[in-house]
């Protein structure tokens, strides 16, 4: 075999390694996140194929080398699933203190407070269908922030998430928050034309950092992933931009290059 044979041989299975054992995005959820084609099922089948995630039941995690992936999602639309366990909140921990990220959207933003790095109280509520619109607005101060990309980022902005009310969800109203750094706004029109502008009040787009890590909540009207949201490619756009983030600044890449540049990564930006 002549070196540039040996060399196109080594990349493909460079590639290939990367892309089936390593650089996968751990989409949580188990047989009771599934209720029949509602905004967890919605929320999975695109994630698997936008983003070729991996599906991990929460009460595995325990068990798992969770360094494998560079992000967690961890989504709840359909229900509220309870407390974590101790076990699978120590493991979700250690992942992040060592430089892990996670995502957790709707019912899943409460975790937050659970996983002790969001000392405020949270709320669970819905689902409404109530003919509201609604979503997140750019802010002044994260403008800059890559969550943005593709969107205008004029200070203001406000970006349609949902067409109608919200899936089952959490946030941290009315600004109970005390940990986390607000990225976006809440805003929402009633059905009756009225637009009413929340500023920070509502939590329901937030970053944490824990240790090394980063962790990042959508909850409230942010992230309804429900069949009839008319504004779910506004949702996808903006899932994709926080999963980019994510990744970038996740310690966990297998094969990287200029720091935190990956195959599985450029994969994912380019789809």
């Excluded at 659970?114 to 109280?121: K, R």
């Excluded at 819905?126 to 750019?138: C, I, K, L, R």
Aim: charged share 25%; glycine share 12%; aromatic share 12%.
């Amino acid at each position: 075999m002549n070196r540039v044979k040996f060399l196109v041989s080594l990349l493909t299975f460079l590639a290939f390694f990367v892309s089936s054992s390593f650089g996968k995005v751990a989409f949580i959820g188990d047989d009771g996140s599934f209720m029949g084609g509602g905004p967890n099922e919605e929320a999975y089948e695109w994630a698997k194929n936008q983003l070729g995630v991996t599906l991990v039941d929460p009460d595995d995690i325990p068990e798992l080398n969770l360094t494998q992936f560079p992000v967690l999602w961890w989504q709840e639309g359909d229900r509220d699933p309870g407390m974590i366990g101790e076990a699978v909140k120590e493991s979700i921990l250690d992942y992040l203190e060592k430089g892990g990220t996670l995502l957790l959207s709707a019912v899943a933003e409460k975790f937050a407070n659970e996983l002790g790095i969001e000392q405020g109280p949270f709320r669970i509520h819905g689902p409404t269908n109530d003919g509201s619109f609604g979503g997140t607005a750019v802010r002044e101060d994260t403008k800059d922030h890559p969550v943005w990309e593709g969107f205008d980022r004029t200070p203001g902005t406000q970006i349609i998430t949902s067409s109608d009310g919200s899936s089952k969800t959490s946030d941290y109203f009315d600004s109970l928050f005390m940990d986390a750094k607000t990225l976006g706004d809440g805003w929402r029109t009633k059905a009756d034309g009225q637009t009413i502008l929340y500023g920070d009040r509502v939590g329901a787009f937030l970053e944490w950092e824990v240790g090394d890590g980063r962790v990042v909540g959508m909850g409230w009207m942010v992230a309804n992933w429900e069949e009839e949201n008319e504004d779910r490619d506004k949702l996808e756009k903006l899932t994709k931009n926080i999963i980019n983030y994510l990744i970038e600044a996740s310690a966990f890449l297998a094969v990287s290059t200029e720091d935190k540049l990956s195959v599985t990564w450029g994969a994912i930006k380019e789809k």
